[in-house]
């Protein structure tokens, strides 16, 4: 079943094109990963995902439902069944870290308070912060704050996570322990995962598919397998920091 569907997607700002016909299929419960060089639109494509912005052109697809021409209203009952881990974890300055996972259970939700309190000590249970309820944001590392907009993301059990950079700032340990609290999310709420990332072992980690996005355009989407095997030179370029060894292009490379 096909629960994420971006079809001849163009996004411009102020008349300058980000891509244009942006053609990506995700299936329930998947994870796909899109890569590409910074500034490529890969952030964007999230934005529109979850509504935030608007497509210049084309249609989105959201469990059935064509979303581009929603308005707030009709959106905000979309995004219940969705959740944002943002690059800068975007928590709440002022806001416990309890309060922060409880922000949607309080705005989407009719739980009682007691029920939202046990919901937010098994979210920040499944995410390694037993017993952080009211800590502080200012009082926690990087990794910690990744995991606080995790919990907070899964609080409300969405259907769709995305991920927006999730592991950018953080040490190889840390990148690795975010790796496995996606893979472990989605295996436990069966949710479907879209996550924007330029690490690749990261990307090779976590994604059933993976899309790349070069100059406007998706110009690959495939598996692990079939990405780390493509023999599209920009690819291999990307993923390894150099062309595939034996290609076509090296070898006429190599005789320059």
């Known amino acids: 079943m096909i629960q994420i569907q971006l079809k001849h997607v163009d996004m411009s700002f102020h008349g300058r094109p980000v891509f244009q016909d942006i053609n990506l299929e995700i299936a329930k419960g998947e994870v796909m990963v899109i890569i590409g060089p910074s500034g490529s639109g890969k952030s964007t494509i999230l934005r529109l ?6 497509p210049t052109a084309g249609e ?12 707030e209203e009709r959106m905000n009952v979309i995004r219940r069944h ?12 002022s806001m416990s870290v309890g309060e922060n996972v409880a922000f949607g259970l309080r705005q989407h939700t009719k739980h009682t308070e007691e029920e939202i309190a046990s919901i937010v000590r098994r979210k920040l249970r499944m995410v390694g912060l037993t017993g952080q309820e009211n800590a ?7 990794g910690q704050k990744k995991r606080v907009s995790l919990a907070r993301a899964i609080a409300v059990n969405p259907t769709i996570v995305l991920y927006d950079e999730p592991t950018a700032g953080l040490d190889p340990i840390m990148s690795n322990t975010i790796d496995r ?20 072992a990261s990307a090779f980690e976590i994604a059933d598919r993976i ?8 110009i690959e989407t495939g598996t692990v397998q079939e990405i780390r095997n493509s023999t599209n030179p920009i690819v291999q370029q ?12 090296e070898r006429g490379l190599d005789q320059l």
Do not use: C
């Not at 609290?181 to 690749?200: A, D, E, F, P, Q």
């Open 60 to 71: 989105i697809w959201i469990n059935g439902e064509e979303i581009s021409g929603y308005n």
């Open 49 to 54: 995902i979850i509504g935030l912005l608007k």
């Open 136 to 142: 502080m944001p200012n009082e926690l590392s990087g």
């Open 82 to 93: 969705m959740g944002m881990v943002f690059q800068y974890s975007a928590l709440f300055d």
């Open 181 to 200: 609290l996606i893979t472990s999310t989605r295996r436990r709420l069966g949710n479907t995962g879209v996550v924007v990332t330029h690490h690749m």
């Open 211 to 218: 899309a790349m996005l070069y100059e406007g355009r998706i």
């Open 238 to 249: 990307f993923i390894y920091g150099r062309k595939k060894s034996g290609t076509m292009t």
